[in-house]
Structures are given as C-alpha cells and as structure tokens.
C-alpha cells in the first residue's frame, strides 16, 4: 500500500514570496490533515478534512494560509505572504476516516530567508 | 497548564536498560491516548494506543491513569533501534482520532 506522498521534500525561498504544498493521501482516506512542526515541538494542527470539506481549521493562520482538497482527494496548502516564523516542516497526514489511527507523509522542510 | 506536557529529556540510556517516559494532559474529557515514535528529520508514527486498563506491546507497556490524566511508557530491555523521540499523544475530547494534541516528545538514545 503506498504511503501518504507529499511534495516538495524541501523548499527554500525568500520572505513575502508565495509557497505551496501538496499532499497525495492513501488512496480510500477521507480524512486529511495538515500539520506544522517547529523545531522541538510536537506537530500541531492546522486544518483537518472530511473528504472534501474542512471540518476544523480552527488553528489556521487565515491572514497568510489558505488550503483546498478539490474533489476530496489531494489536497494543498498555501502561505502567501510568508514571513521568517513560517520556517517548519509542514506534515500531512491521512486516515480512513476520523476514528482511525492517521498515517503521516515525510514532511515538507520549509525554510525562510 | 499545557494541554499535554512531557519531560523533553533526553535520557540517555545503555543497550538492555528499562526506561519509563511519563505524560500529563488537562483536559479531562479527553477519552483516546496515544503514543508515537518519531525517529530523526522523520515522520511521526503509531507506536501503541494506550487502553484504561494498560496495555502491553512485546517489549513496550503502555499505562493511563485517568483520575491523574497521567499516561506512561515503559521500553524494556532497550534496543539501539529504539533511539527516537517519543511523542505522547491525547485527543481534544470525545473518541474521535481527529483532533489530537502531540505532546513536544521525549527523547530516547540508547548507547550500546
């Protein structure tokens, strides 16, 4: 069975510049989400989808962060602008459905200059 | 008090030592608990649910002290491989699995 796939691995770009995330789930996951990790933290919620629909984004910087999961499958998430403090490894996971164990993609490092 | 809090180590450990890691939580409502394994630049994964009455996967033991909102580990007879950071995780209220709160994690290297 393949994994939770996201892309790119690794980004690097200046502050005020646009970025964009992408995150293919397991195929027959109707439950999404997008995480962020600082540094010695935990991952800490962002957003989370019931197939299409964002049933929890309670803990999205709506200023900057926007995301969307057309068609209930892959999903992005972007941060326009983005400033230093936006530097993370943005994390995306996928479960069958919300009471079952999520599986996590390898992350994408996102570094501002 | 933080929602879920766990001592950051690290503990630094010999091959074949027990070492427990502990965890505290606030929310009282919180009815799901998890422990996760996150090895280094990695992604978290599943290490063990955590039951009421505490339960036991090969080498690993997990225990939940509801009245305390306590949730330990124990790793027994601790392996290289075992070296990572341990991550306990509670969810915000009710059964589901979609709103989980991750502890900062507990770092683990076992030294041989």
């Known amino acids: 069975e393949a994994g939770v796939v996201q892309s790119p691995r690794y980004k690097i770009i200046e502050k005020k510049q646009p970025v964009a995330f992408w995150c293919n789930p397991i195929?027959?996951?109707?439950?999404l989400y997008w995480y962020r990790q600082n540094l010695g933290q935990g991952p800490e919620l962002l957003i989370r989808?019931?197939?299409?629909?964002?049933?929890?984004d309670s803990q999205l910087p709506k200023d900057r962060f926007s995301a969307e999961r057309l068609k209930g499958v892959d999903s992005t998430l972007k941060i326009q602008p983005a400033e230093l403090g936006d530097s993370a490894v943005y994390l995306c996971?996928?479960?069958?459905?919300?009471?079952?164990?999520?599986?996590f993609g390898d992350g994408t490092r996102l570094s501002i200059l | 008090r933080k929602e879920v809090e766990q001592d950051p180590g690290p503990f630094n450990v010999p091959e074949g030592a027990t070492v427990a890691f502990n965890c505290t939580y606030s929310?009282?409502?919180?009815?799901?608990f998890f422990w996760y394994r996150q090895d280094c630049r990695k992604e978290p994964k599943l290490l063990m649910s955590?039951?009421?009455s505490g339960n036991e996967d090969g080498r690993f033991t997990a225990q939940l002290n509801r009245a305390s909102q306590y949730i330990s580990l124990l790793i027994r007879d601790s392996k290289l491989s075992d070296s990572a950071t341990y991550l306990c995780?509670?969810?915000?209220?009710?059964?589901?699995?979609?709103?989980?709160?991750f502890g900062k994690g507990t770092k683990l290297s076992v030294k041989p």
């Open positions: 929310n009282s409502a919180s009815q799901s």
């Open positions: 989808y019931e197939n299409e629909e964002a049933v929890d």
């Open positions: 996971a996928s479960s069958p459905n919300s009471n079952q164990p999520q599986h």
């Open positions: 955590v039951y009421s």
């Open positions: 195929s027959g996951h109707n439950t």
């Open positions: 995780v509670v969810n915000r209220g009710g059964g589901s699995q979609g709103n989980l709160i």
